[in-house]
């Protein structure tokens, strides 16, 4: 045999064996293009579970808060303190079971990535306002608003920023216990716009600050919950390139600073939030 010969041999034993790596290849990335598409199906049907039970949840019981409201308002009549006192205990936890089934859709939006801000010039004070007015229908803690100046209009998702404003407040009325009152406030410097929430409660200790933007982590919590809302807030501030600051002192009350720029920019990727 010819060295021509046996080198044609060995070439096309190696062509060969080449031949059946790719083969092998081959089979390997269809498996992986299967699996990964099992587990698209599967995370998909993951994140809808919630969303779709979280839905179905909200609209019974927004109909019950409406109706309690209704009530409350003395549409139908006026109400004896027994009666009122029942009407209230309704309004407050189909709102709180409202806030969870929220809480749920937003973890579920964040989870599959479906959180895309819809930009509009949003009058800030107004916004905060309508917030307010909604809460103090269903918490029994005074709720006070500082809500004085001019107009502030900044580019925001109006639905998103509601969601932050309202987390806020619900988280105080939550964590500062009974007898406490809640002071929202508005302030605007040169370059940024801030909403405060303050209550006069016990404040919060090292261990419920550090879970505090925890997801699950309900702390030291007196009202049930489902320890997503702050999460969601710094989420949601952060997707407008703002920051969550939260000062607080045990015993002495707790003050979360919710802080936007007038003009909107990229978020913080490296993470926005912190505490003082």
Same mark, same amino acid.
């Given at each position: 045999?010819?060295?021509? +010969?046996? #080198?044609?041999?060995?070439?096309?034993?190696?062509?060969?064996? !080449?031949? #059946?790596?790719?083969?092998?290849?081959?089979?390997?990335?269809?498996?992986?293009?299967?699996?990964?598409?099992?587990?698209?199906?599967?995370?998909?049907?993951?994140?809808?579970?919630? %969303?779709?039970?979280?839905? /179905?949840?909200?609209?019974?019981?927004?109909?019950?808060?409406?109706?309690?409201?209704?009530?409350? $308002?003395?549409? #139908?009549? *006026?109400? !004896?303190?027994?009666?009122?006192?029942?009407?209230?205990?309704? =309004?407050?936890? %189909? !709102?709180?079971?409202?806030?969870? =089934?929220?809480?749920?859709?937003?973890?579920?939006?964040?989870?599959? $990535?479906?959180?895309?801000?819809?930009? /509009?010039?949003?009058? +800030?004070?107004?916004?905060?306002?309508?917030?307010?007015?909604?809460?103090?229908?269903? &918490?029994?803690? *005074?709720?006070?608003?500082?809500? &004085?100046?001019?107009?502030?209009?900044?580019?925001?998702?109006?639905?998103? +920023?509601?969601?932050?404003?309202?987390?806020?407040?619900? !988280?105080?009325?939550?964590?500062?216990?009974?007898?406490?009152?809640?002071?929202?406030?508005?302030? $605007?410097?040169?370059?940024?716009?801030?909403?405060?929430?303050?209550?006069?409660?016990?404040?919060? %200790?090292?261990? $419920?600050?550090?879970?505090?933007?925890?997801?699950?982590?309900?702390?030291? %919590?007196?009202?049930?919950?489902?320890?997503?809302? +702050?999460?969601?807030?710094?989420?949601?501030?952060?997707?407008?390139?703002?920051?969550?600051?939260?000062?607080?002192?045990?015993?002495?009350?707790?003050?979360?600073?919710?802080?936007?720029?007038?003009?909107?920019?990229?978020?913080?990727?490296?993470?926005?939030?912190?505490?003082?």
């Amino acid at each position: 045999m010819t060295w021509w +010969m046996a #080198a044609t041999a060995v070439a096309c034993l190696a062509l060969v064996g !080449n031949l #059946a790596a790719l083969g092998r290849a081959r089979r390997a990335l269809q498996r992986t293009r299967g699996e990964l598409c099992r587990l698209r199906a599967f995370q998909e049907e993951r994140t809808r579970r919630p %969303s779709v039970l979280s839905h /179905e949840l909200r609209t019974p019981l927004t109909v019950v808060r409406g109706a309690a409201e209704l009530l409350l $308002d003395e549409s #139908a009549g *006026p109400l !004896n303190p027994d009666q009122r006192r029942f009407v209230q205990t309704i =309004a407050e936890n %189909s !709102n709180q079971v409202i806030d969870m =089934a929220s809480d749920l859709l937003a973890e579920a939006g964040l989870e599959s $990535d479906l959180f895309n801000l819809h930009l /509009e010039w949003t009058e +800030m004070r107004r916004l905060v306002r309508g917030c307010v007015a909604q809460l103090r229908r269903v &918490h029994t803690a *005074p709720i006070r608003l500082d809500n &004085h100046g001019a107009p502030l209009r900044i580019q925001v998702d109006p639905r998103l +920023m509601g969601q932050a404003v309202t987390n806020l407040v619900n !988280n105080a009325a939550r964590h500062a216990g009974e007898g406490v009152s809640i002071l929202v406030r508005v302030t $605007d410097s040169e370059e940024t716009v801030s909403v405060s929430v303050s209550d006069d409660g016990t404040g919060m %200790s090292e261990e $419920d600050r550090a879970v505090l933007f925890t997801p699950f982590a309900t702390g030291g %919590s007196r009202r049930p919950g489902t320890g997503l809302g +702050m999460m969601i807030t710094q989420r949601i501030v952060e997707l407008h390139g703002g920051r969550v600051l939260v000062d607080t002192i045990s015993r002495r009350g707790t003050t979360i600073y919710l802080t936007l720029p007038r003009t909107w920019r990229e978020p913080d990727r490296e993470g926005a939030s912190t505490s003082e």
